[in-house]
């Protein structure tokens, strides 16, 4: 069975500075995709970046970019600027072609003014 | 934009009732997903459904089911709730294709179950 890992259960880091959260996953599937989801207090989880395996580069979007390791397994995010709204739980997702979808333990993130 | 709706944001419920959680998409998605969210444990899948009255049991079926009459509509059944149910809910569809397509989430349900 596919698992992810997030070993951070919280972070903060300051305004304007950059921060980096972990995930790790396990499988042995050669063709899948990658996910970080952010949930804020309001508390509707919504979709920051995703990542597919077969693309050697990194997904970007803005501010948030991820650092995919395929043989390491690994699958980091980098906030940069960091502000006040990026205060929330960040959870890594991993899926298959099979329409399932698994999810780490979460990070919760502080940003500090 | 996809909308997920969920009819309530909170929910007390006595030990032993039936509870309905509903969940509406607009997006015309054949994939519903009903997750239940606690501290430090994540997202659990309880069920989900690749379309019109067929599901699938997730990692913790047990306590509940669901039924699904109708594409846009996916509910969740808690048939005898229990406090150890107590917990966020959430639903979420997406479009088949796996990872392909990302799962679009609803508000979530806080139930409480006394």
């Known amino acids: 069975a596919q698992t992810v890992t997030q070993s951070q259960p919280e972070m903060s880091v300051q305004e304007a500075e950059t921060v980096t959260l972990s995930c790790t996953y396990d499988t042995s599937e050669s063709d899948y995709y990658l996910f970080w989801y952010k949930q804020p207090p309001s508390r509707q989880m919504i979709l920051v970046i995703r990542q597919e395996a077969y693309k050697q580069q990194n997904a970007t979007e803005n501010r948030f970019s991820v650092n995919f390791q395929k043989a390491a397994k690994s699958f980091s995010l980098k906030i940069s600027d960091s502000q006040l709204g990026d205060a929330a739980m960040y959870f890594c997702?991993?899926?298959?072609?099979?329409?399932?979808?698994?999810f780490g333990t979460g990070t919760s993130l502080t940003v500090i003014p | 934009d996809v909308k997920v709706t969920q009819s309530s944001r909170y929910l007390v419920k006595r030990t032993g009732e039936k509870v309905f959680l509903e969940c509406v998409q607009d997006m015309d998605h054949e994939n519903m997903f009903w997750y239940r969210q606690d501290p430090g444990l994540g997202l659990r899948l309880i069920y989900f459904s690749y379309d019109v009255k067929m599901k699938e049991k997730g990692d913790i079926p047990e306590g509940y089911s669901v039924s699904r009459e109708k594409k846009e509509r996916f509910s969740l059944i808690l048939e005898s709730a229990s406090t150890n149910q107590t917990s966020m809910y959430l639903c979420?569809?997406?479009?088949?294709?796996?990872?392909?397509?990302?799962?679009?989430f609803g508000n979530g349900t806080r139930l409480t179950v006394t």
């Open positions: 979420a569809s997406s479009s088949p294709g796996g990872g392909r397509s990302p799962l679009h």
């Open positions: 997702a991993y899926s298959n072609t099979g329409n399932q979808f698994y």
